[in-house]
């Protein structure tokens, strides 16, 4: 059974940074591409970032270009998301699935689904 494990969030001020882990047990994400979304409150889920499977292409929402930075740590089983320069609309869950993608699209309709953490960005 796959499972999918979040973790590193929590509340974080403004320009501040935050890595979120998305753990898996039951496959080997080395062999998907892994995406994180976020829904913030009122709102409709959204992908936020993305790595292919072949590791060849990243897709990042474009509110966070520069900011963010997507990784594996194939070691750990694990997708990194960093996350610096935090602004007040980057609060929200994060979930990581495992979905397709590539640099300009990531397919909404994953096949699995963490539980989410929360990122509150505050003053």
């Known amino acids: 059974q796959v499972q999918l494990v979040e973790s590193g969030g929590g509340l974080v001020q403004p320009g501040g940074s935050r890595r979120l882990s998305c753990t898996a047990s039951?496959?080997?994400?080395?062999?998907?591409?892994v995406a994180w979304f976020r829904q913030a409150p009122g709102k409709e889920r959204e992908a936020v970032s993305c790595i292919s499977d072949s590791d060849i292409s990243t897709f990042y929402k474009t509110s966070v270009k520069g900011r963010f930075t997507i990784s594996r740590d194939n070691a750990k089983n694990t997708v990194i998301l960093q996350m610096n320069s935090l602004k007040l609309e980057d609060t929200g869950v994060y979930y990581c699935?495992?979905?397709?993608?590539?640099?300009?699209?990531?397919?909404?309709?994953?096949?699995?689904w963490g539980r989410g953490t929360q990122v509150t960005v505050s003053a």
């Open positions: 039951g496959t080997s994400l080395s062999y998907y591409a």
């Open positions: 699935a495992i979905t397709r993608c590539d640099s300009t699209y990531v397919d909404l309709t994953a096949d699995y």
